[in-house]
C-alpha cells in the first residue's frame, strides 16, 4: 500500500508539478482517502514562543507553490514572531482525487491566538509600510 501510495504520488507530481490551477491535472487513484500531513507544529497543545495554551481550529490547506505575498521579511517573522499563527497548512503541488473525493481543503491545527494577534499586528505594520513606500515612489516618478 505504502508503495504504491508513494509511486502514485511521484507520478501523479511528475504529471502535475508545481503549476497554477488551470494546469493541474487530474490523477485518480484506486485508495483510501489521504489525509494532509499536518507538520508536529502544528498539533503542539502550547506555544513554544508565547507559553500560551492553543486551540484548535480548522485552518484552510494551502496546495500548489508557496508564494512570498509578503516577502522575506514575513516568512522570517513566522518563524521568530508569530511561529504558530498557522493560517494555512501547506501541503504541496499535488492535489489528488481518491475514489471521488478530492485532497482536503481544510485540517485542524492548534494555534496559538496570541502568534495571531502578532501575525495581524506585524502585516499591518509592513501593509502601510508598503503603502507609504509605493506613495512615495511614485510621487518622485511623478516629479521627474
Not at 10 to 21: N, R
Not at 32 to 43: I, N, R, S
Not at 95 to 110: E, F, L, M, Y
Request: glycine share 6%.
Amino acid at each position: 500500500m505504502r508503495i504504491a501510495l508513494a509511486l502514485a504520488i511521484v507520478s501523479g507530481a511528475l504529471t502535475v508539478g508545481c503549476a497554477d490551477e488551470e494546469t493541474f491535472e487530474r490523477v485518480e487513484l484506486d485508495l483510501e482517502l489521504l489525509h494532509v500531513y499536518a507538520p508536529e507544529g502544528a498539533k503542539s497543545p502550547v506555544c513554544q514562543l508565547h507559553g500560551q495554551v492553543r486551540t484548535n481550529t480548522m485552518v484552510p490547506v494551502a496546495y500548489g507553490f508557496p508564494t512570498q505575498q509578503h516577502g522575506p521579511d514575513y516568512v522570517e517573522a513566522t518563524r521568530t514572531q508569530f511561529p504558530n499563527s498557522w493560517n494555512s497548512i501547506p501541503a504541496g503541488c499535488v492535489v489528488i482525487i481518491v475514489n471521488g473525493k478530492s485532497s482536503p481543503t481544510q485540517v485542524v491545527a492548534s494555534v496559538c491566538l496570541h502568534c495571531r494577534q502578532a501575525e495581524e499586528k506585524w502585516l499591518s505594520q509592513h501593509e502601510k509600510s508598503r503603502l507609504n513606500n509605493t506613495l512615495h515612489q511614485s510621487l518622485d516618478d511623478s516629479r521627474r
